[in-house]
């Protein structure tokens, strides 16, 4: 048992990372590759990245000592409907010269399991979009939007980021000057020098600037709100409770009211000393009081740890979180 | 005086429709022709339509007789910076052997004229879109909203249409059962004979059969939220305040708090018998209790209106609106 090792991944729309560990939480190895969700990048693109990652882990560890493996995913689920996707990954697994069987997790899962070892409890996910997952015995038992901009991911980054350009064109068309958030929005959509002889010129060169693009790039502004949240700006100071409130509403959806179990924030937005975070922490205390609230960690640890605990030698899997996966908190 | 005919039109999103009167009235011909939106179809298009229908409508008249004409367009602003689609426009005229000149309005200025003859007022139009304009000596003065479905477009047929997809995800998320519109957007988008195993994976079709279409087409749905709201359906019932509260907001934006003038609902949620004209109506009548609230009316006999303005024997615009554009009221 000393000598065995087990391997995870996180798999996730900007990068991908991998980590082997030994089951007393020895970090043998890290990788690191560009992003690869299989739903928006393709499951070859995908097994390309994970390769790459778990090369780099794997560098100068023996791999018959990898006894298992699991992947935390976005898009796990059409992975499983999408035989030659997951041949995709199966070879890459095989090329990394792995002989252990792995399994795929979403990456919802995943990031729940790195901000706790309680087998039952929720995930709430904020980052490009937004998602929220009850578990239930380490597996996803019901969801909450996620559902994408055009008709989710309310609160999310897409949302910030689309909320502070509705704030900027309604404060055009009534005719007030847009306050700081609104100006470092023009700024960033528009360029420095960007002068107009009429608001509705404005209006519409903002329109026309943020419709050029994919509409999911909005979410590219959420950090201007989020730092000028932190400058206490008015317009951010209003947008974050909002978002905050659509957030805890999806959390509403699928977690009981009286619950106890530990809910995990995951996502960039939620993870670290961010305003949204706070604002969500305040919004469930309230709801929630006495649930124990998790940042989410290191995904790729949590994964390996999900791994971890399938093996028959593993009987006590919160004793093995501890050693596996850092917390974040 | 008693010779001079003008000509009106109104060129839509689905429709052109021309008129030529006389300017005690007398209505000498109209035509109609498809939809020619500039900036989506085209201006070569948008003449072509014009075109079909200015030539129906002076079947029988002489064109030496037409002393002033006027065209409504969506997208009036975008014609007048593009010199190959006034060309295009203008050979249109020539060609149905018109001499006078003619003028370009917004679809929103024709509309308000298709409701009152008051040189001051607001339109506020919600049909797939929704916007707001403020109107000062019958020019547009200042706008609100019209910023499309991605970022504005609020209390629209297309919001109202995401809105209900958006209440029927809520239900599935927190494993309700849908109500009456929940299950009829159901059927719209799944078809009669839908059914999943799980609740997630409803979800996931719902959200695949949305993101397949143009966003905009989510405004198809717009009238099976104005159908339940008839019926009473609680959903919907919901839905069609928060829509007119959107839309009054956006008048707010542009309309003075004190103002008396008359207000014109026009676009094919607001005219008629409809449920959301009649909350739009409440909340107007909350916020500017003296204000006039009239339909838009036929657009095209509005635009020969604001053509007749123009003439200097039309002495007594006001008294000539009543005999050239039927009141909607």
């Known amino acids: 048992m000393s000598d065995t090792v087990v391997v995870g991944l996180d798999v996730g729309g900007t990068s991908t990372r991998a980590t082997a560990l030994t089951l007393t939480g020895e970090r043998l190895g890290t990788g690191r590759a560009g992003g690869g969700n299989p739903t928006s990048h393709g499951a070859d693109r995908a097994a390309a990245e994970l390769s790459t990652a778990l090369r780099e882990a794997l560098r100068g560890v023996d791999p018959a000592r990898v006894r298992a493996g699991a992947i935390g995913l976005a898009g796990a689920g059409r992975l499983r409907a999408d035989p030659a996707g997951r041949a995709a990954f199966d070879r890459a697994w095989s090329d990394a010269g792995l002989r252990c069987p792995y399994t795929v997790h979403s ?36 969801v909450a939007d996620g559902h994408g901009w055009l008709l989710g991911d309310a609160g999310s980054g897409f949302w910030l980021g689309r909320e502070a350009v509705r704030a900027l064109l309604a404060d055009l068309d009534a005719g007030r000057a847009p306050g700081p958030l609104g100006r470092t929005v023009l700024v960033d959509l528009l360029g420095d020098d960007w002068v107009a002889e009429r ?8 329109v026309q600037a943020v419709t050029r693009r994919p509409p999911v790039e909005l979410a590219r502004l959420a950090p201007l709100v989020v730092d000028a949240a932190v400058d206490g700006e008015p317009v951010a100071a209003e947008l974050i409770p909002r978002a905050a409130a659509h957030l805890v509403t999806s959390v509403g959806r699928i977690r009981p009211d009286d619950a106890t179990t530990p809910l995990v924030l995951g996502g960039g937005l939620l993870t670290g000393d961010t305003p949204l975070g706070a604002a969500v922490q305040v919004e469930v205390g309230r709801r929630w009081p006495d649930a124990p609230v998790r940042s989410a960690g290191d995904g790729a640890a949590a994964a390996a740890w999900l791994a971890a605990r399938t093996l028959p030698d593993v009987t006590d899997p919160a004793a093995r979180h501890a050693l596996l996966v850092p917390s974040a908190d």
Chains 1, 2 share one sequence.
Do not use: F, K, N
């Open 107 to 142: 990456d919802a899962l995943v990031g729940y399991a790195s901000g706790t070892a309680a087998p039952d409890g929720t995930i709430l996910i904020a980052g490009t979009g937004a998602i929220a997952a009850q578990v239930r015995r380490w597996r996803l038992d019901r």
């Open 199 to 206: 608001p509705r010129d404005t209006v519409d060169a903002v």
